[in-house]
């Protein structure tokens, strides 16, 4: 069966029908329940606008006769055509492309028996309408066809049942594009495969880091390129208009970015936190002449951050009792430091550097280069003080990366006792976890627990969010391919669909 506009209207029929119903006075649960159900639903309409998105691509080859289908309906190129019709940007546009790339038919050539079955797909079902023995009593045996796969079937299926996002599988299609021809097949295979097992539930921007590191190892000279690339062509420029007002835009490549977002956002930090203090005015973080209560936006905040920052390279004193301490810190581990071959990362910044970025940024005054079992710095003092030390802290970011619960940058947090320390938490490594200042609250008033072993972080729901109360993996760990992946216990996402058409 071909799908068709008749089939489109009649599922849009009974949702406009939905829309149209009253949804204020159902309870939370009810409200969650159907935020759920509807997320479903979305995704399950991604899969078939990715799809026809990735045939429409298919379709605009500039060499086909008259440029393609999307310039012969006016259109540029595919990307153009969609975010009009469809009324988005550009670049949602190419994310759904990339998402049906992954329902590209390919030659099967896989010798592991591991065939795409023949169950009901998305537009019919495989090996349907078969001829009638009465009309033709003695058929001849004709060649069995090869048979066709889907270019990345896992991600397929599991935008297909609604398990996978369109954003996050354009994300991971793109990722596994990249590698296509610098890897064999069954690395690739095996790399697909992990990636749609972890993303399931994960945020776009979680995908978007997971996928991200999973590329930089698998291909770290392509890693280093990028990075000369973009070191080539970072620029700041602005423009003073007739209004008073400067305009600024430039583009910075990870490590020349890397120490200004780490100030700015641990000044614009400190101004939030004075700003939330009951007794706060504008005094407190920045003279803006009025003389009342701090009003600022972070935008506002960053701003006045950038601007304090060229005072104090002017000459200017009395900066020094700002509360800002500032340190930015680079990770690499000990064996990848001595054979310069690896990849490591940079607090504030979501791309992976190579170790040459990282050789080079180690040698700036004011980063402290944290290389993994460097040294015997005691990280262990019990009950002897209350505050986490400088170096427990810098192990609980290498073990949490940010907030380990919701993943907010390290400048959002702060180092807090998983058992507290009025309840005989102790002051160790082990009984310490970043969190921001949000999932601290919710933390406490939701009645999460939380559990480190391992070296890695575990949140475990109140039941009144999830009845069994299934541990969730926290930190880091949560957005890496790690070995222990059993990839065996995949989600149902992981099955692959029948090419129909």
Same mark, same amino acid.
């Given at each position: 069966?071909?799908?068709?506009?008749?089939?489109?209207?009649?599922? $849009?029929?009974?949702?406009?029908?939905?829309?149209?119903?009253?949804?204020?006075?159902?309870?939370?649960?009810?409200?969650?329940?159907?935020?759920? @159900?509807?997320?479903?639903?979305?995704?399950?309409?991604?899969?078939?606008?990715?799809?026809?998105?990735?045939?429409?691509?298919?379709? $605009?080859?500039?060499?086909?006769?008259?440029?393609?289908?999307?310039?012969?309906?006016?259109?540029?190129?595919?990307?153009?055509?969609?975010? /009009?019709?469809?009324?988005?940007?550009?670049?949602?546009?190419?994310?759904?492309?990339?998402?049906?790339?992954?329902?590209?038919?390919?030659?099967?050539?896989?010798?592991?028996?591991?065939?795409?079955?023949?169950?009901?797909?998305?537009?019919?079902?495989?090996?349907?309408?078969?001829?009638?023995?009465?009309?033709?009593?003695?058929?001849?045996?004709?060649?069995?066809?090869?048979?066709?796969?889907? /270019?990345?079937?896992?991600?397929?299926?599991?935008?297909?049942?609604?398990?996978? $996002?369109?954003?996050?599988?354009?994300?991971?299609?793109?990722?596994?594009?990249?590698?296509?021809? /610098?890897?064999?097949? $069954?690395?690739?295979?095996?790399?697909?495969?992990?990636?749609?097992?972890?993303?399931?539930? /994960?945020?776009?921007?979680?995908?978007?880091?997971?996928?991200?590191?999973?590329?930089?190892?698998?291909?770290?000279?392509?890693?280093?390129?990028?990075?000369?690339?973009?070191?080539?062509?970072?620029?700041?420029?602005?423009?003073?208009?007739?209004?008073?007002?400067?305009?600024?835009?430039?583009?910075?490549?990870? @490590?020349?970015?890397?120490?200004?977002?780490?100030?700015?956002?641990?000044?614009?930090?400190?101004?939030?936190?004075?700003?939330?203090?009951?007794?706060?005015?504008?005094?407190?973080?920045?003279?803006?002449?009025?003389?009342?209560?701090?009003?600022?936006?972070?935008?506002?905040?960053?701003?006045?951050?950038?601007?304090?920052? @060229?005072?104090?390279?002017?000459?200017?004193?009395?900066?020094?009792?700002?509360?800002?301490?500032?340190?930015?810190?680079?990770?690499?581990?000990?064996?990848?430091?001595?054979?310069?071959?690896?990849?490591?990362?940079?607090?504030?910044?979501?791309?992976?550097?190579?170790?040459?970025?990282?050789?080079?940024? @180690?040698?700036?005054?004011?980063?402290?280069?944290?290389?993994?079992?460097?040294?015997?710095?005691?990280?262990?003092?019990?009950?002897?003080?209350?505050?986490?030390?400088?170096?427990?802290?810098?192990?609980?970011?290498?073990?949490?990366?940010?907030?380990?619960?919701?993943?907010?940058?390290?400048?959002?947090?702060?180092?807090?006792?998983?058992?507290?320390?009025?309840?005989?938490?102790?002051?160790?490594?082990?009984?310490?976890?970043?969190?921001?200042?949000?999932?601290?609250?919710?933390?406490?008033?939701?009645?999460?627990?939380?559990?480190?072993?391992?070296?890695?972080?575990?949140?475990?729901?109140?039941?009144?969010?999830?009845?069994?109360?299934?541990?969730?993996?926290?930190?880091?760990?949560?957005?890496?391919?790690?070995?222990?992946?059993?990839?065996?216990?995949?989600?149902?996402?992981?099955?692959?669909?029948?090419?129909?058409?």
């Amino acid at each position: 069966m071909v799908i068709g506009t008749a089939d489109v209207e009649q599922v $849009s029929a009974q949702v406009r029908a939905l829309a149209a119903h009253d949804c204020s006075g159902l309870g939370e649960g009810e409200l969650l329940d159907l935020t759920v @159900a509807i997320a479903q639903l979305e995704r399950l309409v991604g899969a078939l606008g990715s799809r026809v998105a990735g045939e429409i691509m298919r379709l $605009s080859d500039p060499a086909a006769p008259g440029g393609g289908f999307a310039r012969r309906q006016g259109h540029g190129n595919a990307s153009g055509l969609l975010s /009009k019709v469809r009324g988005g940007s550009h670049s949602s546009a190419n994310n759904q492309i990339d998402a049906g790339d992954a329902f590209t038919e390919t030659d099967d050539d896989r010798e592991d028996g591991d065939q795409p079955g023949q169950e009901e797909g998305l537009f019919g079902a495989a090996g349907s309408g078969e001829p009638d023995p009465d009309d033709n009593p003695a058929p001849k045996p004709t060649p069995t066809p090869k048979p066709k796969r889907c /270019k990345y079937p896992r991600a397929a299926a599991a935008q297909l049942d609604g398990s996978l $996002s369109t954003d996050a599988a354009g994300t991971i299609v793109r990722g596994l594009n990249s590698l296509a021809d /610098k890897i064999d097949a $069954s690395a690739l295979a095996d790399l697909e495969k992990r990636l749609v097992a972890r993303a399931e539930g /994960k945020s776009a921007n979680e995908v978007a880091k997971m996928v991200a590191r999973a590329v930089a190892r698998a291909d770290q000279a392509a890693l280093e390129e990028r990075e000369k690339k973009n070191h080539q062509e970072r620029y700041l420029w602005w423009k003073q208009g007739s209004d008073g007002m400067t305009v600024i835009h430039g583009k910075l490549d990870a @490590a020349s970015a890397a120490p200004i977002i780490a100030v700015l956002e641990q000044m614009t930090t400190r101004d939030v936190r004075n700003q939330a203090r009951p007794d706060a005015t504008a005094a407190d973080a920045a003279a803006d002449g009025t003389g009342g209560v701090d009003t600022r936006t972070k935008g506002q905040m960053r701003a006045d951050a950038l601007y304090e920052l @060229a005072r104090h390279a002017l000459g200017c004193t009395g900066t020094d009792a700002s509360g800002v301490r500032t340190t930015m810190v680079i990770r690499m581990n000990l064996e990848d430091l001595r054979s310069g071959v690896g990849i490591g990362s940079i607090d504030g910044i979501d791309q992976p550097v190579s170790i040459t970025g990282l050789r080079r940024l @180690a040698a700036e005054a004011g980063v402290i280069p944290e290389v993994l079992g460097r040294d015997g710095a005691v990280i262990e003092l019990g009950r002897q003080q209350r505050l986490f030390s400088r170096y427990q802290r810098l192990g609980m970011i290498e073990r949490d990366g940010g907030c380990a619960r919701c993943h907010a940058p390290v400048e959002h947090c702060e180092a807090h006792h998983v058992i507290p320390w009025e309840h005989g938490g102790r002051s160790d490594l082990s009984n310490g976890v970043m969190l921001c200042t949000r999932c601290h609250h919710d933390v406490h008033a939701q009645g999460w627990d939380i559990e480190i072993k391992a070296e890695q972080v575990w949140f475990t729901p109140p039941r009144s969010q999830d009845p069994s109360r299934t541990p969730r993996l926290g930190g880091n760990a949560a957005l890496e391919l790690g070995p222990d992946l059993d990839t065996d216990q995949a989600p149902a996402g992981n099955r692959e669909p029948a090419l129909t058409s």
